[in-house]
């Protein structure tokens, strides 16, 4: 399923995937998704509870994509804080930060209700500041939080360090609303839930053309094509030639990730003790936890642009060695990457390309819990929501200008980031 030269732990790990037929033939459908990560199989698995008929089609096979890749992060809240959004968003604000606030919750909900086997844990989610002015605004973060009866607490700089088990951090927060899955796991479970609920999936069809009809679209592959009333394209980062504009309404940024070996016991009690996940506050992230193995898995991004598995590999091993000194003669057999969907305004996105064809994409590297949210919101949207009713705002599409050049400037951002994390330790 993934890249040469790859190795991933979540494919090293999860059950075998169903089989699944690819489109053959012209078929109908009230409703078609293109794309099978979190955001269009929850729209399909929503759609089908709602007892509508919805077929999904992947280039691939469901968590093909980032959801198959990421770091199994459940995390809550976006970039911006919830006093800013409330500012940002007037009178949706208050309705937005809630949504948000309650993604972790739908995910392990889901898996709830679905028994998807996809190692479910929620000790909640740690982030960790690497210098005073990034500790003040995640413990103001904690603060907006706590206000809105969230249970998130600030943490000092000894609690930080008992937690992670690491002594490079100043303090930061620990919100008891997240959690880690096995994310392929988890994909794979939203496929087979959607399908057990009606919806049609299909591997190995790759939407080449998309074209308007007197019913709605036509979405045609090599193998088959589909009729459908409304389309919903959910193909984030791996967005292709078939809407071009959606294509430049994101720059796809790599982000890999390496795991270890099992830890010894001893470093297995040292390390996160607790079972939380962590995400630093560097400007070039860093972010890890542990597998029910007790393996360590950490991922980064920054590697902007083709850099070359090694010199990711390496990078990754430097993390290790200023994060966890003591375990950095461990064998790292496991390593793999994807592309995190960024937006100019940081913010998710979601959009109507014309009648009947929906788009939600760009978590900003937080779409574990937010990916699976809207999905939720197109499904209801798709289902005859008006737009307006909808928790998130829907914002007509704007490509990022010169979006060829965007990715060659964040190869040079991400140097000048790097300075800066540096300048700040
Ligand atoms: C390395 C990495 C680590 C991350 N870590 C975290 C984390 O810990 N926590 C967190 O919250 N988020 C994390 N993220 C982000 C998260 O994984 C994504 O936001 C989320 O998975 C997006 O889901 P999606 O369904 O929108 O897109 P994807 O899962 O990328 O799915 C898009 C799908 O569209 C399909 N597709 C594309 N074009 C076509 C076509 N023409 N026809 C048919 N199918 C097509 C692709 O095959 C793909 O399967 C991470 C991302 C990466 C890459």
């Given at each position: ?26 078929q ?16 399909a ?10 077929a ?15 770091g199994?992060?459940?995390i ?9 959004l409330?500012r940002m ?23 709830r209700r679905y ?12 982030q ?6 990034t ?14 009866g969230?249970?998130?607490r600030v943490?000092?700089?000894p609690?930080?360090?008992?937690l992670?088990?690491?002594a490079?951090y100043?303090?930061?927060?620990l919100?008891?609303r ?5 994310p ?23 939407c ?24 919903i ?27 270890s ?21 560097r ?5 890890f ?7 360590l898995?950490?991922g ?31 064998g ?6 994807g ?14 390309l ?62 000048y ?9």
């Open positions: 399923m993934k890249d040469a030269g790859q190795t991933s732990l979540w494919e090293a790990t999860a059950p075998k995937a169903r089989e699944r037929p690819a489109l053959a033939g012209t109908r459908a009230h409703v078609a998704v293109i794309g099978a990560g979190y955001t269009g199989l929850s729209a698995l929503h759609l089908a509870e709602a007892g509508i008929d919805v999904v089609i992947d280039t691939h096979e469901p968590g093909w994509g980032a959801s198959g890749r990421n199994g992060q459940v809550a809240g976006l970039k911006y804080d919830p006093d800013k409330e968003f007037g009178r949706r604000g208050a309705a937005l930060v809630e949504a948000v606030g309650a993604a972790p919750d739908l995910v392990f909900d889901l898996i028994q998807i086997r996809c190692e479910p844990v929620r000790n909640g989610w740690l960790l500041a690497v210098s005073e002015r500790l003040k605004q995640v413990t103001s973060r904690a603060k907006q939080w706590q206000a809105r969230a249970a998130v943490l000092t700089g609690e930080a360090a008992a992670s088990g690491s490079l100043l303090g930061g927060l919100d008891a997240g959690g880690t899955v096995q392929l796991c988890y994909a794979r479970g939203l496929a087979d839930a959607a399908e057990d609920v009606g919806a049609r999936i299909f591997h190995a069809s790759p080449t053309r998309l074209s308007r009809a007197h019913y709605g679209w036509f979405v045609e592959t090599p193998g088959g094509s589909l009729a459908a009333r409304t389309v394209l959910a193909t984030n980062a791996y967005s292709g030639p078939i809407w071009p504009e959606l294509r430049r309404s994101v720059v796809p940024v790599p982000s890999f990730q390496i795991a070996d099992p830890l010894p016991q001893s470093l297995r009690r040292a390390i996160l003790p607790g079972g939380q996940s962590v995400s630093d506050t400007r070039l992230l860093r972010y936890r542990q597998d029910p193995e007790g393996r898995v950490m980064a991004r920054g590697s902007f642009g083709q850099v070359p598995p090694e010199q990711a590999m390496q990078l990754h091993l430097k993390a290790v060695r200023e994060i966890f000194p003591e375990a950095a003669g461990l790292f057999p496991y390593r793999w990457g592309h995190v969907a960024m937006t100019s305004d940081h913010m998710p996105h979601l959009h109507e014309a009648p009947g064809l929906l788009a939600g994409l760009g978590y900003n590297g937080r779409g574990v819990a937010m990916a699976t949210m809207i999905g939720r919101m197109l499904a209801a949207w798709a289902g005859g929501t008006p737009g307006q009713a909808l928790p998130f705002p829907t914002t007509a599409l704007k490509a990022i200008n010169l979006h060829d050049f965007a990715q060659l400037g964040a190869r040079v951002a991400v140097r980031l790097r300075l800066r994390d540096a300048m700040d330790r």
